[in-house]
């Protein structure tokens, strides 16, 4: 790939469609799945200014997708035994307030 990728380009090689990453500008199609070499030059070469609206839109990104694996994880019950732990704590009178 030639040049230094910006600011909207690993944007949107971090997009993720149905739990894949992609690429989907034809600007981009050299860019590979699991390129994270790629991802941290482009990061690392980012102005200052650049690299705090990156630092921002990501942390908004991270967070969305851990919202999107605990609410899967809670749909497929994965999460039932421990809400019954902790409802039984709760109960039992073995918890305290912080």
Avoid at 60 to 66: R, V
Avoid at 67 to 83: F, N, V
Avoid at 85 to 96: H, K, M, N
């Amino acid at each position: 790939m030639s040049g230094l990728i910006k600011l909207a380009a690993v944007r949107q090689a971090l997009r993720i469609r149905n739990g894949a990453y992609f690429a989907s500008s034809t600007r981009f199609e050299a860019f590979q799945m699991g390129d994270v070499k790629a991802i941290e030059k482009a990061v690392e070469a980012l102005p200052p200014a650049e690299l705090a609206e990156f630092r921002h839109w990501f942390a908004e990104y991270d967070a969305a997708a851990w919202d999107r694996q605990i609410e899967d994880d809670a749909a497929k019950g994965k999460l039932d035994q421990l809400a019954a732990e902790a409802l039984a704590d709760y109960r039992s009178g073995s918890t305290r307030e912080p």
